[in-house]
């Protein structure tokens, strides 16, 4: 096998060892990758041991959102959690603007698929890769984590408490030093005494 080629092994999903040989990663896209192969190795979906961590955790912490050392150390959140996470430290985006050409190893930007109400999420997914036709890492409620499409995410959450294909939202994280959005075009006035 070339180095710059993705080692694909399929057990029912798309490629389980997840981007190591990718040739323009860089440090933070090694620790993302190593936290995704982490959460596959816990709570696959064909041995989920890991049955009661939220999707938002599975999420945040491959993201690397909060400092702990593994997954096994990483406080779960609830919805009312992620919800402020999100509004927070992510902005709201259409989805016409997901880049194309999109790898979470190799970009600084990182994208989350939300499903339900932002404030009162169900469900969060990561876009992982664009190139492959399950682009979205998560865990399902009953069948652990794994990558899927939209149009499976969508199947998956239709008709769970209401939830429509209007329920799909898409969120980029805030890069450090970028105006959150609840802070845009507000006035600061700063004094020096």
Known sequence: MKTNQIKKIDYGFEYRTFIHMRKNMDC?????????????????????????????????YALGFFNCDDLMSFQDIDAHEAAVILSEH????????????YNITESNEQYLLV?????????????????????????????????DSLEELMDEFADIDGISSDDFHFFRKTSYGTIPSASIGKIYIVKNY
Do not use: N, W
């Not at 992510?90 to 050409?101: E, G, N, R, S, V």
């Not at 990561?126 to 682009?135: G, I, K, W």
């Open 28 to 60: 933070e896209g090694l620790l993302i990758s190593e936290r995704i192969e982490e959460i596959m190795m816990m709570c696959d979906r064909e041995h989920p041991i890991y049955e009661q961590i939220s999707s938002f955790s599975i999420a945040l």
């Open 90 to 101: 992510f902005t709201k985006i259409d989805q016409d603007d997901l880049p194309q050409d």
């Open 115 to 147: 499903v339900g109400d932002p404030l009162f999420p169900v469900h969060f997914a990561v876009l992982a890769d664009t190139a492959v036709s399950r682009p979205f890492f998560s865990k399902l409620p009953f069948f652990g984590s794994g990558f």
